[in-house]
Structure formats: structure tokens, C-alpha cells
């Protein structure tokens, strides 16, 4: 049986080999050390009007990725509907959707309002060492009535300027407002909104097709910088979206020639890169016309 002293020198000995115990545990190059251990990060945006450029209160946001596991849902903004990664946001005064705590895996981010075609993009999220904020603006197009045509144009933070380009016989629509057409009268197509900061819209709008002939859409690169890789064309008619182009990651050159409209409504792809425009044109202030590209793809 143990005395007194002995008891004591027991306990002593066991909060010391505690002590050290949890000394270990808390080692700064100990794995609890990263900065982000669960590997999570927060996926947010802002959901804007494609023809106005404002922010877009009261819409959908879904988001629906992998199914191999499953997650607890806490933030009050958001619905955990299934264990499969599906969750719903509604938009705020700015337009903002916010997901928190997603792992990493493929997704689908769905947007869907009253008096708006459906929009859908895809999001890819790494394993994170660090926490992290993923940015994905989103830009939906109101319904137009049958036989409206919408170009919208979207890509990342950079660069801060991308210019679409419509020509429709000798009209030419574009940026500066001197050339942004007209929805009542030739070329019954006009730019709705013109983006110099990044992200876009970009937009164009198509009012009536032209009764012979085809119409040309191209994506000038007014910034100088590379053709950015998330660079996108949504096209639209009445409530669908009816084609999807991104930019193509072979070819050199400031002008993206990405489809021509024909009288009867066809889409005709073209889909490449080019030196020069695909119309002969004159750009604001300079009073010589750039050739059109000899050969037409």
C-alpha cells in the first residue's frame, strides 16, 4: 500500500507525462499547424442583369456537386436539400450568393428568377491549403420575345476591357455610343451594356434578323492583354439559351470571330482567333479602315 509521500510522487509524475503529452500534440510543425486542415473554401458571386449590368436581388442560386460523401449544412442562408452537395442561395439587395465550407470536386452552379432564362456554369474547386474565397460573377439574360436574338459576353478579373462587334450590312454596332445602334430602326440590334472593369456583361441585343445575308459577331480584345482563357458567349432566343462558345485555346491574335447569324435564325460557328477584324472597319479616332481578313473561314 502506498503512503502518502508516494501517492504524491505519483500524481506529480502523471501531470508531467500529460504535460508533455500535449507539448507534442501542439507542435508548431505538427500537421494542426495548416492554415486551412479541412481543405475548404467559400464559393461567392454577384448575379447581374446581362442587358442592364445591375445586380440582381431575389434569384435562385443552386449548387450541386459530388455524392461520394456528405456535410452538415449550418449557415442560415443556405438549405441543406440532400446529402449530395445540393444547396440553395437566394441573392441579396447586391446580388450576392455565398457558399461556405465547400469541398473540393466539380459543381454545377444553376441560377434561375422570375422573368430570366435559366442560367448554368460549371465551378472546379482544388484541395486548399489555404482558406480561400472563389469569385464567380454570373451574368443572366432577361426573356426577349420569339425571334430576339442576345449575345452576352462574360470572362474573369481580367482583362478590364473586351468589346463585342455586330455588323448587319453596312452597319457596324459597337462601342462608343455614337455606334450602339438602335432597337426601333436599322440595324434594329443594339449594345446594351458596355464593360471596361472586368467580368463583363457584354451585350448585345438583336431586335430583328436581317431579310437577307448573314450577320457577324466578333470579340475584340481592347485591352491588349491575352484573350483570357474563361472568356465566354452565351446566345439566347425568346426564353432559351440556344448556344455556348468559350474562346479557343489555339491561335494568336486580338479578335475572337465567333459566329455569323443568318436571315433565317442559324447560328454559323466560326469559333477562331484572328490578326484582323472579319468586317473592314474604322476604329474610334483613327480615320483609316482596317482591312477585313482576306480569307473567311
Known amino acids: 500500500m502506498l503512503n502518502r509521500a508516494q501517492v504524491l510522487l505519483l500524481v506529480v509524475l502523471m501531470a508531467l507525462m500529460v504535460g508533455c503529452s500535449k507539448d507534442?500534440?501542439?507542435?508548431?510543425?505538427?500537421?494542426?499547424?495548416?492554415?486551412?486542415?479541412?481543405?475548404?473554401?467559400?464559393?461567392?458571386?454577384?448575379?447581374?442583369?446581362?442587358?442592364t449590368g445591375s445586380p440582381i436581388q431575389g434569384?435562385?442560386?443552386?449548387?450541386?456537386?459530388?455524392?461520394?460523401?456528405?456535410i452538415e449544412r449550418t449557415e442560415m442562408r443556405e438549405t441543406a436539400l440532400?446529402?449530395?452537395?445540393?444547396?440553395?442561395d437566394i441573392t441579396d439587395s447586391a446580388g450576392v450568393y455565398t457558399f461556405a465550407n465547400v469541398p473540393s470536386g466539380n459543381y454545377s452552379l444553376a441560377v434561375t428568377g422570375s422573368g430570366f432564362i435559366a442560367a448554368t456554369t460549371s465551378v472546379s474547386v482544388d484541395d486548399q491549403t489555404q482558406q480561400v474565397i472563389i469569385t464567380d460573377n454570373i451574368s443572366i439574360s432577361p426573356e426577349m420575345a420569339v425571334g430576339q436574338y442576345r449575345f452576352v459576353l462574360s470572362w474573369g478579373e481580367t482583362p478590364d476591357d473586351l468589346d463585342a462587334h455586330y455588323w448587319k450590312d453596312t452597319f457596324h454596332v459597337y462601342w462608343?455610343?455614337?455606334?450602339?445602334?438602335?432597337?426601333?430602326?436599322?440595324p434594329f440590334a443594339i449594345l446594351d451594356t458596355d464593360d471596361v472593369s472586368g467580368w463583363g456583361p457584354e451585350t448585345i441585343t438583336i431586335y430583328q434578323l436581317p431579310t437577307t445575308?448573314?450577320?457577324?459577331?466578333?470579340?475584340?480584345n481592347y485591352s491588349l492583354d491575352a484573350l483570357p482563357t474563361e472568356a465566354h458567349v452565351d446566345?439566347?432566343?425568346?426564353?432559351?439559351?440556344?448556344?455556348?462558345?468559350?474562346?479557343?485555346?489555339?491561335?494568336?491574335g486580338r479578335w475572337w470571330y465567333v459566329c455569323d447569324l443568318t436571315s433565317s435564325g442559324t447560328l454559323s460557328v466560326h469559333n477562331t482567333i484572328l490578326d484582323?477584324?472579319?468586317?473592314?472597319?474604322?476604329?474610334?479616332?483613327?480615320?483609316?479602315?482596317?482591312?477585313?481578313?482576306?480569307?473567311?473561314?
Open 82 to 88: 440532400s446529402p449530395e452537395y445540393t444547396w440553395v
Open 59 to 70: 434569384v435562385t442560386v443552386t449548387l450541386t456537386g459530388p455524392t461520394s460523401q456528405s
Open 24 to 51: 507534442d500534440d501542439d507542435s508548431p510543425t505538427g500537421s494542426n499547424n495548416d492554415t486551412n486542415p479541412t481543405g475548404l473554401v467559400t464559393l461567392t458571386g454577384i448575379i447581374s442583369n446581362a442587358v
Open 176 to 186: 462608343p455610343s455614337s455606334s450602339r445602334g438602335d432597337s426601333a430602326a436599322e
Open 213 to 220: 445575308g448573314t450577320c457577324k459577331y466578333a470579340i475584340k
Open 276 to 297: 484582323e477584324p472579319p468586317v473592314a472597319y474604322t476604329p474610334p479616332g483613327v480615320s483609316v479602315t482596317v482591312p477585313a481578313k482576306s480569307s473567311l473561314r
Open 235 to 252: 446566345v439566347y432566343s425568346g426564353s432559351s439559351r440556344i448556344a455556348s462558345y468559350n474562346v479557343p485555346t489555339s491561335g494568336t
